[in-house]
């Protein structure tokens, strides 16, 4: 079901001092940068091996990581993982009981499609899924 680690997402207060932050520390250069205004977020990636550092800019305070900053500040944000076919996982998830934040899968960055699970029934960490293009 699940294919691997799709990414790690870090909200962070300011994305263009953690986009160099990571260019110093890390010596790695971002393989992709999105804004998505329908989700109040901007995302810089960095490609870790086959996964990926996504970092997140909140595009507003009234935004999901807006309120994620006020309430817990910046670090981990959510665990995003690879599946083939987001459907039938969510149908699976589905009758085992388990809350989806998404009920159907929603277009993501990248060109893939996602959907989250939610934190609650996933030991307090977000999920997002993610099928490739």
Sequence with gaps: MLTQIDH???A?????????????TFGLEP?????MD???VEEVLFA????FV????????????GRFLRKRGPGVHH????????ADVLDHLRAEGVS???????PGSRGTTIAFVHPKDMGGVLVELVEAP
């Design 8 to 10: 790690v997402g870090i």
């Design 12 to 24: 962070v207060s300011d994305l263009g001092e953690a986009v160099e932050r990571y260019r110093r």
């Design 31 to 35: 393989t992709h940068r999105e804004r």
């Design 38 to 40: 329908d989700q109040g």
């Design 48 to 51: 870790v091996g086959g996964s």
């Design 54 to 65: 996504q970092l997140l800019g909140a595009l507003g305070p009234d935004t999901p990581v």
């Design 79 to 86: 665990v995003g993982y690879r599946v083939a076919h987001l």
């Design 100 to 106: 989806l934040i998404d009920e159907a899968p929603r």
